[in-house]
């Protein structure tokens, strides 16, 4: 084991931060120094949580995203979220004193009853159902469907959520429903292409929290 | 929304494995027909949760790995993680009729006692008390230490999993930890480099569930 280096856990994030600050403009063809302060955090943040300098390049801002996003969660509201892997990885810790919790209904067996009724799917339903609670960040990292929910609820003028983590990864829909995302003219950040996923979600909600 | 493809929710999944393996062996430089069948479906269900091809490349399987997960899936053995994400993302419904159950014990009030009076960390006094019950899989995305603690025991001869799918993400001791793991000769998965992360160690999990 002699090659493990010696520290102690507790400083083990801030070292990995620190070595992506230092390689960043290497490994990304970018310049930190011309980014936005609290936009490299984010990106910072998701280059830890995927060891994927890539997303250097992929990830893609609204102008008022980062501030949306962190008056949301200042004013106590709610993040809602796709799948409930996100709501476990989200730092309820740092959420909870300013009075917002995260919410996930897609395995609350009265959304499979809803989603049955109206046609659509349980990710559908469970969004619409989700957005009543006072919901200031919707975070999704998996399904196009929902995300593509989302902007279809905005569009209608029916919900208006402070900021959308639009980061959903895969094959079919996912690529096409992140540009519409980046076409819309409310506070957003997603990523282009097929990455992306719950890690990617929760890192970012993660880095807005900490930022506060 | 007219890029969207039209496409029942259930349909995507089958979709977007049809789209992976139509693309293999272009995107990787690999040959998909020279890869062990079962190896070839988890390297298809972790690119299809990261949107990633490189792991194809990445993904190192000790020669019994899959039939020893598989054997401890079916025994009814409980899978063990480092973090509760993962517990989220691994899919109970399938395990459950084998009468295992995933544990997670990095949360629980007694492991912080615990590490505290012996000097661990909460990962590895999690993993030492996770060992107890019955465990076939260990399962680690996040936790370098945990990885590190998990091969210690097993050289001093304290423990015996079935299977360790090791592949920590990350920038400090992630990649080295990785690299002693496959020089062990007991059965793992794991992925070199940074890359890694629980989307990861999920999706290697329930493709062993989904080959059952």
């Given at each position: 084991?002699?090659?493990?280096?010696?520290?102690?856990?507790?400083?083990?994030?801030?070292?990995?931060?620190?070595?992506?600050?230092?390689?960043?403009?290497?490994?990304?063809?970018?310049?930190?120094?011309?980014?936005?302060?609290?936009?490299?955090?984010?990106?910072?943040?998701?280059?830890?949580?995927?060891?994927?300098?890539?997303?250097?390049?992929?990830?893609?801002?609204?102008?008022?995203?980062?501030?949306?996003?962190?008056?949301?969660?200042?004013?106590?509201?709610?993040?809602?979220?796709d799948?409930?892997?996100?709501?476990?990885?989200?730092?309820?810790?740092?959420?909870?004193?300013?009075?917002?919790?995260?919410?996930?209904?897609?395995?609350?067996?009265?959304?499979?009853?809803?989603?049955?009724?109206?046609?659509?799917?349980?990710s559908?339903?469970?969004i619409?159902?989700?957005?009543?609670?006072?919901?200031?960040?919707v975070?999704i990292?998996n399904a196009p469907t929902a995300l593509i929910t989302i902007m279809?609820?905005?569009?209608?003028?029916?919900?208006?959520?402070?900021?959308i983590?639009g980061v959903p990864?895969?094959?079919?829909n996912a690529?096409?429903s992140k540009?519409i995302l980046?076409?819309?003219?409310?506070?957003?950040?997603t990523?282009?292409?097929?990455?992306?996923?719950?890690?990617?979600?929760?890192?970012?909600?993660?880095?807005?929290?900490?930022?506060?």
């Amino acid at each position: 084991m002699h090659r493990i280096t010696e520290i102690a856990p507790q400083a083990i994030e801030g070292e990995s931060f620190r070595i992506i600050a230092k390689e960043f403009d290497q490994q990304t063809g970018l310049c930190q120094k011309d980014i936005i302060p609290e936009q490299f955090a984010v990106i910072q943040r998701v280059i830890h949580a995927t060891g994927d300098f890539s997303f250097a390049k992929l990830l893609h801002f609204h102008p008022g995203a980062i501030e949306a996003g962190c008056e949301a969660i200042r004013s106590g509201k709610n993040i809602l979220t796709d799948v409930n892997m996100a709501v476990a990885g989200i730092s309820k810790a740092i959420l909870a004193p300013y009075g917002g919790k995260v919410i996930c209904k897609v395995a609350d067996p009265e959304i499979a009853q809803l989603a049955l009724e109206r046609g659509l799917t349980r990710s559908q339903a469970a969004i619409e159902e989700g957005m009543i609670e006072n919901v200031g960040i919707v975070a999704i990292g998996n399904a196009p469907t929902a995300l593509i929910t989302i902007m279809k609820l905005i569009q209608e003028d029916k919900i208006r959520p402070e900021l959308i983590v639009g980061v959903p990864v895969g094959f079919v829909n996912a690529p096409e429903s992140k540009e519409i995302l980046q076409e819309q003219d409310f506070p957003f950040i997603t990523c282009e292409g097929r990455k992306g996923g719950t890690t990617v979600s929760v890192a970012i909600v993660n880095a807005l929290l900490r930022l506060l």
